[in-house]
Structures are given as structure tokens and as C-alpha cells.
């Protein structure tokens, strides 16, 4: 009964390995092409929707996120309730100014799963940007 038992210790921790593993993987096809669907919902009648824009729809579209300010670069870190910082951070996505103009998007849930920064140049309109953050706020209440 011993062998069994060591059976199952052993296979627990690679069963959630390779759960975590499969997680990825299909967490890195649904974003592979993220920046071609910005590309693709780009609104050819509207400017490139700014940080503050971002905000404003976010404020109407999900009162559950909490904008904070950010200066370096210019723009706002969107959270899901009161801010928190790692290791727990509650960020779900963050919008700020690009350098050389447009507008600087990161998937910030994405980023720490997958432990990479997940950040693409914002071309949508608000139907892409409500879909990726639906997207965002699922992953975070599924994942973490």
C-alpha cells in the first residue's frame, strides 16, 4: 500500500505541472495573434483611442476596475478593486503614452502567468478593448 500511496504523491505534482503546462500553451495561441486582432478592429474613422479614453471607457464599461495614475511612462494601470502589488497583484491591464506616439498596451494578467511582459501597441476600437479585457478578467478569476 506504501507503493501506492507514493504512486499518487508523485503523480499529483506532475498532473498539475501538466495542467499548468496545457494552461500556457493555450494562454500563448489566444495571444500570439493579439496584436494582428488590434490591427484588424483598428477604427479607421477614429483616432488611436488614448490612455485617457482607455480610462473613460473603462470607467463606463467595467466599474469594477480601479484606474491609478501613472507617470513614467504617461498613463493608468487598471485593477480589479483597491490596488495591490506583488506577489499578488491584482492589475488586470495597463494603458500608457508610447514614446513615439499611439498608445502602449499591456495585458498585465497575461504577463504574470506566463512571466513575460505581454505588451502590444493599442490600434482597436472599443469593441477590441472590451473584448481583451473580458478576456483578462476571466483568466484572472480562473487563474490567480
Request: aromatic share 6%; hydrophobic share 35%; net charge negative.
Amino acid at each position: 500500500m506504501k507503493n501506492t500511496g507514493q504512486c499518487s504523491s508523485i503523480e499529483g505534482p506532475e498532473k498539475r505541472l501538466e495542467e499548468h503546462l496545457i494552461l500556457v500553451d493555450d494562454m500563448r495561441i489566444r495571444l500570439g495573434n493579439l496584436q494582428e486582432y488590434f490591427n484588424q478592429m483598428q477604427a479607421p474613422q477614429r483616432p488611436i483611442m488614448s490612455p485617457d479614453e482607455i480610462r473613460d471607457f473603462l470607467a463606463r464599461k467595467f466599474p469594477e476596475l480601479v484606474a491609478e495614475k501613472h507617470n513614467d511612462p504617461d498613463g493608468w494601470a487598471f485593477f480589479l478593486g483597491p490596488a495591490q502589488q506583488e506577489p499578488s497583484s491584482n492589475c488586470i491591464v495597463r494603458a500608457a503614452q508610447h514614446s513615439q506616439g499611439g498608445t502602449q498596451f499591456e495585458l498585465s494578467v497575461s504577463s504574470r502567468l506566463e512571466r513575460t511582459e505581454k505588451m502590444v501597441m493599442f490600434c482597436g476600437n472599443e469593441d477590441a478593448l472590451r473584448q481583451v479585457v473580458d478576456a483578462q478578467l476571466r483568466i484572472y478569476r480562473d487563474h490567480l
